[in-house]
Structures are given as structure tokens and as C-alpha cells.
């Protein structure tokens, strides 16, 4: 759950070797940052390594985006809460019976439970890529209607990018997070994001959590990246 102390910024922590991770990790502040651990890092070293970040103060957000029946879903979500997680996340894709059976298991840790939100439509997609899986429409109406469904579940709110955020603040009240990736400096490469924000931007959106990734981690002195981001963030 939201701590008294809560940095916007989320390092995705993206790696191929637990050493490279730490290398950056046991430079980081968990005051200033919360760390994402996402399929790479988890598929090679698993919740050993959650434990460990957790034990250097930090918290997580465990990013497996889960997408499978309501039963399997469910199970997952709540072995992510046993872990002690932050956050965890579900793909709305889905479907409504799927993300009611995770928020009412998750129901039953009470206040320690972790954050559920779920993924609307990834950063990486425009309308080409939407029309590709045959979704009429603009990226920004799909990830409203999958938002409206989210919170209809009674989810805490969505993976979304910041594009979408002033939408999503003014249908979905305040209270519903909004955690954005494709957060890209304005001199950083898009790679394969395409709905992408600079950092100032996405929070003057609406953004609450920015997850950042290759800007920092990617870049010749991660530490002073992020510091860069930081500064240009204080304020908000
Ligand atoms: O829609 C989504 C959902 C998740 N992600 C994840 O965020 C980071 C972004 O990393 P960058 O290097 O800053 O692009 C990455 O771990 C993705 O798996 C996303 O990008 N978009």
C-alpha cells in the first residue's frame, strides 16, 4: 500500500544478470525510487531476488502482467501478496470475472495487501498494432474502456501511458492510480515505445508513478540519469 514517504519514480530494473541489477541497485536510495522486477529478472532468479531488494529497503512492483483463468490468475496474484509486494499487476484483457477473483483474494490481506492494477494497452502499441489484433478505434479509447472496467472490479488502477492520463484522471476520479511507462527525457531514444512522455510531462498529466527503464539503466552513469530525472521532476 502508498507509504507516508512515496517516490513517483519506479527504476525498471531490467537485466540479464543479478550483478548488473545490484551494480545499480546498491547505489540507489529507497527513499527516492521503487524498483520493478518484471519477466527478465524474475524468469532467471525469482522471488530470492524480490526478498533480497526488499531486504535493501526497497519496495516492489512485481510487473508478470498475469493474464490466465480467474482460478490461476487469482493464485498468482496472491502468491505475489505472500512475497510482501508493493504493487502487482493483471492484463484487463482478461475480462471482468478474472479481475474480481484477484482483487477479492487479495481482499483478504487487508490493509497490507499489495497495489492491483491492470495493464490497458502496452506503450509499445499505436492504432497499427490495435487494428493488427483487430481493436477498432484509438489506443486512447481502448485503454478508457478497459480503465472503466478495471475500476469497476475494484481494481486500485491501471498500466497506462501518460498520454492517456488527463482522460483517465477526469473519468476515473483522482484516487485511481495511474502508473505510465514510455516515459522517455527529451533526449532519450524511444526504442520500441511509441506512446511516450517526457517525465515532467506525464506527472502534469496526471501521472502518479513513473516507470523508467533504459534512460537510466541503459545509460553511460545511471546514477547521475536519474538524478537528471529527479531535478526535473522536484515539485511535483
Ligand atoms: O505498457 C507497458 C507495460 C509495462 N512496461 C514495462 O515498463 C518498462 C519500461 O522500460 P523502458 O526501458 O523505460 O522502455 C519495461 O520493463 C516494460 O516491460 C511498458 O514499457 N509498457
Known amino acids: 500500500m502508498q507509504t507516508v514517504n512515496d517516490p513517483k519514480i519506479i527504476v525498471a530494473l531490467d537485466f540479464a544478470s543479478e550483478a548488473s541489477a545490484f551494480a ?30 526488499q531486504g535493501r529497503g526497497f519496495e516492489v512492483f512485481l510487473d508478470l502482467k498475469f493474464h490466465d483463468i480467474p482460478n490461476t490468475t487469482s493464485a498468482a496474484v496472491a502468491a505475489a501478496a505472500d512475497l510482501g509486494v ?9 475480462g471482468e470475472r478474472m479481475m ?6 487479495l481482499d483478504a490481506y487487508g490493509a497490507d495487501r499489495p497495489l492491483l492494477i491492470a495493464v490497458t494497452v502496452l506503450t509499445s502499441m499505436g492504432p497499427e498494432d490495435l487494428a493488427g489484433i483487430g481493436v477498432a478505434g484509438t489506443p486512447e479509447a481502448q485503454v478508457s474502456r478497459l480503465a472503466t472496467l ?35 527525457p527529451a533526449t532519450a531514444e ?11 510531462e506525464a506527472l502534469r498529466a496526471g501521472s502518479d508513478y513513473l516507470v523508467i ?20 521532476i522536484e515539485g511535483f
Open 24 to 53: 545499480l541497485v546498491d547505489r540507489l536510495d529507497p527513499a527516492k525510487c521503487r524498483l520493478k522486477v518484471g519477466k527478465e529478472l524474475f524468469t532467471r532468479f525469482g522471488p530470492q531476488l524480490v526478498r533480497s531488494l
Open 86 to 94: 508493493w504493487m502487482v499487476n493483471v492484463h484487463a484483457l482478461g
Open 100 to 105: 474480481v477473483a484477484c482483487r477479492e483474494r
Open 150 to 184: 478495471a475500476r469497476n472490479c475494484g481494481l486500485d488502477g491501471v498500466v497506462c501511458s501518460a498520454q492517456e492520463a488527463p482522460v483517465l484522471k477526469a473519468e476515473q476520479g483522482a484516487d485511481f492510480v495511474l502508473v505510465t511507462p514510455g516515459i522517455r
Open 190 to 200: 524511444k526504442g520500441d515505445q511509441q506512446r511516450v512522455m517526457t517525465p515532467s
Open 213 to 232: 527503464g533504459r534512460p537510466i539503466t541503459r545509460a553511460p552513469d545511471p546514477l547521475a540519469a536519474l538524478e537528471v530525472i529527479a531535478s526535473e
